[in-house]
């Protein structure tokens, strides 16, 4: 069964830090890009890093430059999203999400999603 794993979400207070991992199973990450994404409800679903097959190229959304980082270690088959800094608004359910494709890495497209983990920032 081809499947992602998000984990590591949890209750943090403002300025905190949290790590989430994105595990594959049932297929090999390393023709993959992965993108993190999140969603509030009620708003749309926002792309808020990416990375590409093999780590080379990464991109974040504006409002988590400096204090998110993507990073992928294709020997475990995971992604992790490194998130420092914590504010109130980075409150959302985080999704992984798997696109095969040789370079570079986008919002769009995606082939696999995971179920996401919650993350809630707050005092």
């Known amino acids: 069964q081809l499947q992602l794993v998000e984990s590591g979400g949890g209750l943090v207070q403002p300025g905190g830090s949290l790590r989430l991992s994105c595990a594959a199973s049932?297929?090999?990450?390393?023709?993959?890009?992965i993108a993190w994404f999140r969603q509030v409800p009620g708003k749309e679903r926002e792309g808020v890093s990416c990375i590409s097959s093999r780590g080379i190229i990464t991109k974040y959304v504006d409002s988590v430059k400096g204090r998110f980082t993507i990073s992928r270690d294709n020997a475990k088959n995971t992604v992790y999203l490194q998130m420092n800094s914590l504010k109130p608004e980075d409150t959302a359910e985080y999704y992984c999400?798997?696109?095969?494709?040789?370079?570079?890495?986008?919002?769009?497209?995606?082939?696999?999603w995971g179920k996401g983990t919650l993350v809630t920032v707050s005092s």
């Open positions: 999400s798997a696109e095969r494709r040789g370079y570079s890495c986008y919002y769009s497209g995606m082939d696999y």
């Open positions: 049932g297929f090999a990450l390393d023709d993959y890009a």
